[in-house]
């Protein structure tokens, strides 16, 4: 029969992760596989979910070939669970295929569609708790019903990006809290759909999604689903969460040291940290997350529920962090070895050259224009001294100082100490900078390569109701702010003049349409 395993898939913005763990916390297999995000227009961002679906099966079948050359036995995958990237549009007809490729979290194409938003009743807009941004689900259906209705029309259920994935693995349609919140669609402290919200948009409420909690059985492995990778079919599938949540469920801390919530029993004791720790999480974008008993929005920031049955999270959100190093990277034709070594290079300052990287837009207060997104990227300070180097270093300085931008946002500032998580932050240069410019204790934590894959595989062991022991992280030595933070505090000031919106200068600009 094989040793019991869980399989978790984190469905990321370019690529998805595969995760096969043991029921005893041993993790047995990982694979990757990617795909790409098309631009067809100016501020476009687009997915075939058909290429999702074929980038799952190739990892899945990575994944389950080296858990069987671990466990010679052979493994039994008891459950399934998926997460991905949190906001997004995919129109699917009532066989799950989707009518149209999918939009996402980066798309702007809805800057001109947020209206009903920001024209709701102010107690109807707090209950949202989030600001209003165009990539997510409510003004990107809007944009849809308005520029593509023979598409809306077409659809049956308007979904997430993980909830095609799970629609594609079980048939069925849904969607769980942690992602339901992020759309601009739910109310967030009543935990259901804000009827305020659809009426304003107009939008036809028979798209929405049942909801199911993220730790739930949302149907199982179909036969062709199963065959095509490679599994048994029947084999439960948790409804599943937003990619976030999942890494905050596998770190112990899904739930709000006030809500009420399970820690997911050895996770809480096995992960370490605090309930209310603040968590960075550098990837295309960056995450700075807590969890909270409060679901109240603050200014600049939003407020998500967790995987958990009860519970919220606070995040102050980067949209443009790995995102914006790498279309610099590429720009300039270099590879991340030299991207990272220019950040020891020349001290800080970038000789003079500063980096905004607002590629995509962004959501942290003061950046955004009203229905834009966020201001345009921006290159400045520029000379004839300026050379390849000081770019790749102004880039990664841009970055960081973005994620302190964001940091300021929530309750109480930029905290003294952050656990530092994701794969955009293992360069022991790029964190040392960032300690540099946040001012703050760096703790990085490493664990798997997707924590949020860890994150759906718990959810799937609880779908399957099978305990699960995770793996605990295996903290690094600290990482301390040096000499360079009074450099930085100055170099902050003259970034948030060029970053913010009230700043209206004569400086070269770079914008990414």
Known sequence: MGTDALLGADLGTSGVKVLVIGVDGEPLGEAEAGYPVRSPRPGWAESDPAEWWAATV???RAALDRAAARRPGGVRIAGVGVDGQMHGLVLTAADGAPVRPALLWADRRAAGDLEPWTGLPAAER???ANPVVPGMTGPLLRWAARSEPDAVRAARSALLPKDWLRMRLTGAAATDPSDASATLLWDVPADTWSQAAV???SLPERLLPPVLPSGSAAGVLTGEAAAELGLPPGVPVAAGAGDTPAALLASGAGAGADAGGGSGGAAGADAGGSAGEVRLTVGSGAQLVAPTGDPRPFPGGHVYRTAEPGGWYRM???????IALDWVRRLLGADWEELYAAAEHGGPGAGGALFVPHLTGE????????????????????????????MLRAAVEGVAMSIRHAASALPGGVPATIRLTGGGARDPRFRRLLADVLDAEL???????SPSALGAALLAARAAGIPLTLPPPTAEPPVHPGS????YRELYDRYLRAATVEDVTSETRITYR
């Open 316 to 322: 102050a959100a980067v949209q443009n962090a790995g």
């Open 363 to 390: 959501r942290t207060a003061g950046t955004g224009r009203a229905g834009d997104g966020g201001a345009a990227g921006r290159l400045s300070g520029l000379s004839l001294g300026t050379g390849r180097t000081e």
């Open 126 to 128: 707090e209950r949202l």
């Open 199 to 201: 009426a304003a948009a």
């Open 484 to 487: 360079d933070v009074e450099a």
């Open 58 to 60: 190739r990892a899945v």
């Open 443 to 449: 703790r990085p934590t490493s664990s798997l390569r």
